[in-house]
Antibody, heavy 117, light 107 residues
Framework: EVQLLESGGGLVQPGGSLRLSCAAS????????MNWVRQAPGKGLEWVSA????????SYPDSVKGRFTTSRDNSKSTVYLQMNSLRAEDTAIYYC??????????WGQGTLVTVSS | EIVMTQSPATLSVSPGERATLSCRAS??????LAWYQQKPGQAPRLLIY???TRATGIPARFSGSGSGTEFTLTISSLQSEDFAAYYC?????????FGQGTKVEVK
């Protein structure tokens, strides 16, 4: 059974940084792309980042490009999201998702990030 | 960026009735469309990919159709556990984009 467990969320001031982690199990981690998708309170879903199975290819939407960086450690079956220069509009639940290959076939339970002073 | 537009925003349906949800893309996405279901307080789950292929464990009452720019999710006979929000997502191009969602509520 695929399991994705996010951690690292919390309260951060505007302009601050946070690193999210997602520990994966139940599949051959290195052969799948991984993604982060977020959901602001009471709002819809927004794709935030994608990383290939090897980690040598990443992609971001304009809304986070230059501020967010995704990476992975295949030896630990873990994917990360480094978030810098955080803004109030980054407040959301952040979900880790497994690519299936281009849609999202498995989701974690999410971790809440709140950007506020 | 491909804009995905879902309609209606809210759909009121009685249990046992048929529900039809629409999703429109601002340009052709071929069949590169997925549907997700999200219940309150839960993560989304994949229902359908490739426009019409049900994900593992998804009941046959869920079906998807369409191509190009117009897509439909049909729930043939609504069960109590189907009242939820539904999102479409295109994976034809970057950035991946979602529709704003349709909430299916009890009539």
């Amino acid at each position: 059974e695929v399991q994705l467990l996010e951690s690292g969320g919390g309260l951060v001031q505007p302009g601050g940084s946070l690193r999210l982690s997602c520990a994966a199990s139940g599949f051959t981690f290195s052969t799948y792309g991984m993604n982060w998708v977020r959901q602001a309170p009471g709002k819809g879903l927004e794709w935030v980042s994608a990383i290939s199975g090897s980690g040598d290819s990443t992609s971001y939407p304009d809304s986070v490009k230059g501020r967010f960086t995704t990476s992975r450690d295949n030896s630990k079956s873990t994917v990360y999201l480094q978030m810098n220069s955080l803004r109030a509009e980054d407040t959301a639940i952040y979900y880790c998702t497994k690519s299936g290959p281009s849609y999202y076939d498995s989701w974690g339970q999410g971790t809440l990030v709140t950007v506020s002073s | 960026e491909i804009v995905m537009t879902q309609s209606p925003a809210t759909l009121s349906v009685s249990p046992g009735e048929r529900a039809t949800l629409s999703c429109r893309a601002s340009q052709s996405i071929s069949s590169h469309l997925a549907w997700y279901q999200q219940k309150p307080g839960q993560a989304p789950r994949l229902l359908i990919y490739g426009t019409s292929t049900r994900a593992t464990g998804i009941p046959a009452r869920f079906s998807g159709s369409g191509s190009g720019t117009e897509f439909t999710l049909t729930i043939s006979s609504l069960q109590s556990e189907d009242f939820a929000a539904y999102y479409c997502q295109q994976y034809h191009d970057w950035p991946r984009t979602f529709g704003q969602g349709t909430k299916v509520e009890v009539k």
